[in-house]
């Protein structure tokens, strides 16, 4: 079974902080995926990244950062967490393109 | 710009009620769809992957059907449970070439919430 992770179920964290949110897959899967969840809006697509140090913004990158050293990790980062940026973070990674996503259980945070 | 709408967007029924679910999308270039489900404070579960071929999927009491041309799939419960009860997105897959070549973004609908009352 495919299976993800993300470092934390919740965070809570003070505006300008930096924060790091951390995803790994166990699968060997070449795509990753940074989502944010929010009531109304639905999910939203923040980065992705489609192999080793490659990355594409998504539909709502500002303020956001990623990082993928390996393969198997794909980090989120907030250089200057702000309250505007709570919210539940999901990680998926899929095998290709186009094949099914695999989620990890997602990371709600909050800003204050 | 592809939309992807889910109607309606909460819904309960009885234990035992077979339902469908709804999910229409603006452009028909699809690659593919998918269903998920997304328990409360939960990661979402691919339930169901529909290739723009196919015309529908099933996997034990779930069946999703694909109608391209018409924008529409619908994802059928049948013999509802207790624990159905989540909430259940729809995607879709676009067709064509982005930067870099990832071909896999997903445009998500809000999603319908179902209560399957004992």
């Known amino acids: 079974d495919v299976k993800v992770t993300q470092s934390s179920r919740y965070l809570v964290k003070r505006t300008g902080e930096k924060v790091f949110l951390e995803c790994v897959q166990d699968m060997d899967h070449e795509n990753m995926f940074w989502y944010r969840q929010d009531p109304g809006l639905g999910l939203r697509l923040i980065y992705f990244s489609y192999d080793v140090k490659m990355k594409e913004k998504g539909d709502i990158p500002e303020g956001y950062s990623v990082s993928r050293e390996k393969k198997e990790r794909f980090s989120l980062i907030l250089e200057s967490a702000s309250t505007n940026q709570t919210s539940m973070y999901l990680c998926a990674s899929s095998l290709g393109s186009r094949e099914t996503q695999y989620f990890g259980p997602g990371t709600r945070l909050l800003v204050l | 710009k592809q939309e992807v709408t889910q109607i309606p967007a909460a819904l309960s029924v009885p234990e035992g009620e077979n339902l469908v679910l709804n999910c229409s999308f603006t452009?028909?270039?699809?690659?593919?769809l998918q269903w998920f489900r997304q328990d409360p404070g939960k990661g979402l579960t691919s339930l169901l992957l529909i290739q723009s071929s196919q015309r529908e999927q099933t996997s034990g009491r779930l069946n999703a059907s694909l109608d391209k041309s018409s924008g529409r799939s619908t994802l059928y419960i049948a013999a509802s449970q207790p624990g159905d009860s989540a909430t259940y997105l729809c995607?879709?897959?676009?067709?064509?070439?982005?930067?870099?070549?990832?071909?896999?973004?997903?445009?998500f609908g809000k999603g319908t919430k179902l209560s399957v009352k004992p």
């Open positions: 452009d028909s270039a699809i690659y593919n």
């Open positions: 995607a879709v897959s676009l067709y064509g070439v982005f930067i870099g070549g990832s071909q896999g973004n997903l445009i």
